[in-house]
């Protein structure tokens, strides 16, 4: 980010400037903190109460956090039913495939309830309440120099605000840290575990376009699938039964038919995960030259074998697609990330900032006292841990999360140690068939011989990468034997452990040695790896206690510089808001990319040969005819993605855009390649969010599966509305009005 003045730049790069509201994800209780003229303008037509309200129903009704905070989800109808992306329910789709239904590859689509298909683990929650809590945490935090001891107070405060929010109610509650502990709010959450699929188009929509698309504009992904949320018949949460009704919601979104037109006001809510708006120029140069290269050379190694494996086999594609895209995302994120902290020159803009709070801080003994050391701090603590940033990342990426039966060892040894322990008898045995029972799902979902080979890979560019006095006792040890290549230690391993066979896993079950298991050579990786990131934990501990402080005395100085500035704060997987506008970009010289792509670019990008741009036959057909009913814009095409200056981050995937009346536009589901510094330095000028068309959703829903009982039960407003519609449970129509 390149400007000439300090103060523009802490406007675009820290809070909500005065000429642009598009950067910055908002708490929703503090959006009346912001100047309502200017959101006015941008064309937001609804109240800070409309938006999130205790008392009265408000947008925050109808949005979910997934899981816990790995996407966001919206209700879109009475009856409970939720959309979110492809790709966030994209384990789901794959759990629930087989080689005789093969619902990731073909799509499904519930016709009626009873078809619908319960997502064991899933739950959704939505937020009832948020409380600024700051003044009954600081003020105990007084004298506390240690940023360990510090954390452990704010825990145990955090832990008793929450029980006495919630007690003699089903909420759940926690306590977030903001600005780097320098603001804690209370959130109070209703969790529902009864979801179920309603719907997913075939890979070829959702997934269209791949890894070689992923973060890239112009984009063409249907990327959406859609759920619905039940509860008990009291109205309560409620584990999966066949009794549960559907959620009966306090506020869902009616959907826009209008589609949007260049400067057209959009606002995401969500739950964006983390950003590192504030990450001092020595954390980028550590992203840059350290970490950032070695995420991404782990994961090309694994994502080969992956690619390899699951080529060859159906099964393995099944067994692994969440996993493969899950670990491709972040590869090309990583790559991204990295190659745009260059190009935009985020480490020259931090620097300028550091210098400007630097002169601040020096300014009279009072700030210097209390301020002035922050960055040399952060500068030091990064210096430290310079030296095992490349370690600390092979042992996650390439130890604990490499091979599948590294964690499974790890996890299932203390489950056989305890076995070991009970006397015979019958508690012994249940405990024994509840081990087999478990070992059985695992082996269920792995493919022995694929995870064979990561280990393999991994443990190979451990040894090769690693200074060995930072490996694990087994890597060292493995190179004194007689293993000359690293696929035959691990085919030795593989061959001997009873981690690696169901078989031999039962057979020590029905006959427990604690002799075996100390010689397993699965559980002695395991263990090595496990001791190895407690290493490094404990010597991070001091330089991270350092970065930590350093970053809570620096933000606290900034926002000290500008009290009066509105500061936003990093995301943590809690409730926000952003505001932004539809808006075309120009990503180099002498090129513009529009604001929109129709499904003319589906058919350029066409390719049946290739598994990315492989196009429904269903779909070509409606091209063909030019059959896109009541979902073609103005001109008769049929609108498939959209960009904006919105601000989002993971966990925003499958955030409702929303217009200015409070109508869905569309399904945020990524960000485009040339801001991808973005989580570390918004990019005003380049920064765009790309999203799917509504109208593209419902036209997939609605013409290609067929399944118009599901476009019935939605709200579709479909000319100007000066007011939404109804959208409570108490007052909103079963249906919308026929299609045609």
Same mark, same amino acid.
């Given at each position: ?21 598009? +950067? ?7 959006? %009346? ?23 009265? =129903? ?27 992306? $492809? ?78 929010? /919630?007690?003699? /109610? $089903? ?36 997934? !269209? ?5 992923? *973060?890239? *504009? ?103 697609? %969440? ?10 994120? !990583? ?30 003994? +009072? ?8 960055? +040399? ?27 599948? =039966? ?52 991994? /443990? #190979? ?68 790896? !496990? ?41 943590? %997987? #809690? ?115 790309? =999203? ?22 939605? #709200? ?25």
């Amino acid at each position: 980010m390149r400007t000439k003045s300090l103060l523009l730049l802490l406007a675009l790069f820290m809070g909500f400037a005065p000429l642009r509201a598009d +950067e910055g994800m908002w708490l929703p209780m503090l959006i %009346s903190r912001l100047n309502q003229r200017d959101l006015q303008k941008m064309g937001l037509q609804l109240t800070p109460e409309e938006i999130y309200s205790v008392n009265n =129903s408000s947008l925050k009704d109808a949005i979910v956090s997934l899981g816990g905070g790995f996407c966001t989800g919206e209700i879109i109808s009475g009856q409970g039913l939720m959309l979110t992306n $492809h790709h966030c329910g994209y384990d789901a789709i794959a759990a629930k495939s087989s080689l005789e239904n093969d619902i990731l590859t073909n799509g499904f689509w519930a016709k009626d309830k009873g078809q619908e298909i319960p997502i064991e683990g899933l739950f959704v929650s939505f937020l009832v309440r948020m409380e600024d809590v700051t003044s009954k945490i600081l003020p105990q935090l007084e004298g506390i120099e240690s940023e360990s001891e510090r954390s452990a107070k704010i825990a145990e405060i955090g832990q008793q605000l929450a029980e006495e929010a /919630t007690t003699g /109610t $089903h909420y759940e509650a926690e306590v977030e840290s903001f600005y780097v502990g320098n603001e804690f709010y209370l959130f109070v959450y209703e969790n529902f575990n009864d979801v179920r699929l309603v719907g997913a188009p075939p890979s070829s929509v959702g997934k !269209f376009g791949g890894d070689t698309d992923n *973060w890239m *504009w112009p984009r063409h992904t249907g990327d959406f699938s859609m759920f619905r949320v039940y509860m008990g018949p009291d109205g309560k949460p409620a584990p999966y039964s066949t009794d549960n009704i559907a959620y009966k919601p306090k506020h869902f979104l009616p959907i826009s038919l209008k589609g949007v037109q260049e400067g057209d006001f959009a606002m995401t809510f969500g739950y964006p995960g983390s950003t590192d708006r504030y990450l001092t120029s020595f954390g980028v140069e550590q992203a840059i030259a350290k970490k950032n290269p070695t995420v991404v050379a782990i994961r090309e190694a694994k994502l080969s074998v992956l690619r390899k494996d699951m080529k060859a086999s159906d099964a393995v594609r099944l067994q692994y697609a %969440s996993d493969y895209a899950s670990i491709a995302n972040y590869w090309k994120y !990583f790559i991204g990330q990295t190659e745009q902290l260059i190009a935009n020159d985020v480490k020259t803009s931090k620097e300028k900032l550091e210098a400007e709070y630097l002169k601040w801080a020096s300014a009279t003994p +009072e700030r210097n006292a209390k301020y002035g050391n922050a960055l +040399e701090m952060i500068k030091q603590g990064y210096a430290i841990t310079d030296g095992v940033v490349i370690s600390n990342t092979y042992v996650l990426e390439g130890g604990l999360l490499g091979a599948g =039966s590294v964690l499974f060892t790890y996890r299932f040894n203390k489950a056989l140690e305890d076995l070991l322990k009970m006397p015979e008898g019958d508690e012994k045995d249940t405990r024994r068939d509840e081990l087999k029972m478990a070992a059985a799902q695992h082996f269920e979902a792995v493919n022995i011989p694929t995870d064979r080979a990561l280990f393999a890979a991994t /443990t #190979t560019m451990y040894a090769e990468n690693v200074p060995e006095a930072q490996q694990p006792e087994f890597l060292r040890d493995a190179k004194s034997e007689t293993f000359a290549e690293w696929q035959k230690y691990a085919d030795n391993v593989y061959s001997k452990s009873i981690f690696t066979n169901q078989d031999r896993l039962n057979a020590f079950l029905d006959k427990p040695s604690a002799k075996k298991l100390t010689k397993d050579p699965m559980k002695k990786a395991a263990e090595d790896f !496990f001791g190895i990131y407690r290493n490094v934990g404990q010597a991070n501990a001091e330089p991270n206690e350092m970065i930590r402080k350093g970053n809570r005395l620096f933000i606290d100085g900034l926002r000290q510089m500008y009290p009066e500035k509105i500061f936003y704060s990093d995301a943590n %997987s #809690t409730m926000r808001a952003s505001f932004g506008n539809v808006r075309d970009y120009q990503p180099k010289d002498g090129v513009t990319y529009d604001y929109y792509t129709t499904i003319e670019g589906i058919m350029q990008k066409m390719d049946n040969s290739d598994d990315e741009f492989m196009v429904p036959d269903k779909l070509v057909e409606l091209y063909k005819a030019k059959d896109y009913g009541q979902y073609a814009d103005k001109n008769g095409d049929l609108r498939v993605n959209f960009i904006s200056t919105n601000d989002i981050t993971g966990g925003n995937s499958g955030s409702p855009v929303i217009n200015g009346k409070g109508e869905l536009i569309g399904l945020a589901f990524d960000g485009n390649w040339e801001a991808m510094s973005g989580d570390i330095n918004f990019e005003p000028s380049i920064q765009r969010t790309i =999203s799917v068309d509504i109208r593209y959703v419902l036209f997939m829903i609605d013409k290609v599966a067929g399944a118009k009982n599901l476009i019935e039960e939605m #709200t579709l407003v479909r000319a100007e509305n000066p007011k939404a519609p109804p959208t409570s449970a108490q007052d909103a129509p079963v249906a919308s009005p026929t299609m045609n």
